[in-house]
């Protein structure tokens, strides 16, 4: 496989490498659910970490499915959602062969796709309009870490790998979701830049 693997994540949590992580759900989270966007229905959380924003969800009603394909992700996500007295599937598997029982309503996409090397983007964004009901809604949060050598020499650097909101556009083009008018919040990052948020509706 090209780019990160399982031992490559697994050895950042061992030695708490781990500086994509906030500690807490993401603000933007908290701003979908509050402005009504985002409602209690069967929700995906692909790459889910240490389950922060799984366990916000399923204390808000959500039924929700996290996934990720590190032992210690998926350990700390179900320890978190046990101390929070919450329920939720978290699911030890690879998001570019992992397939639900029945089409989600919704995606929480936050730290998968930036942590994807670029070469499996196309099937990951392949699987997230499979795994929609039509009509479904994609929640993304678009990690902006552009480096020096990747404009002056072409070099893919990650992760996280900075994802371009034009390569992002050609990955989940129009034919295939709706997408909303540009320009897009700014959600600030302690550790790593920011991100562009972007709420798509599947065709």
Request: charged share 20%.
């Amino acid at each position: 496989m090209t780019g990160p693997t399982p031992a490559f994540w697994q050895e950042r949590f061992d030695t708490q490498q781990t500086g994509w992580d906030r500690g807490q759900a993401s603000p933007q989270l908290q701003t979908w659910l509050e402005t009504g966007q985002l409602q209690p229905c069967r929700i995906i959380v692909p790459g889910c970490g240490q389950g922060w924003e799984v366990a916000e969800l399923a204390a808000r009603g959500f039924d929700v499915t996290g996934i990720d394909y590190t032992e210690a992700a998926v350990e700390r996500a179900r320890a978190l959602c046990d101390a929070r007295g919450v329920k939720a599937r978290i699911v030890h598997a690879d998001v570019l062969r992992y397939q639900p029982d029945t089409a989600a309503d919704a995606i929480y996409e936050q730290t998968c796709l930036c942590a994807l090397h670029p070469d499996h983007w196309t099937a990951y964004a392949d699987q997230l309009h499979a795994w929609l009901k039509p009509g479904g809604h994609l929640f993304a949060l678009l990690m902006q870490r552009l480096r020096p050598a990747a404009t002056e020499e072409g070099l893919i650097e990650g992760p996280p790998y900075h994802c371009d909101i034009n390569a992002v556009r050609a990955l989940f083009p129009a034919h295939r979701w709706q997408w909303p008018r540009p320009p897009y919040p700014k959600v600030g990052h302690p550790n790593l830049s920011h991100e562009l948020a972007v709420h798509l509706s599947r065709v």
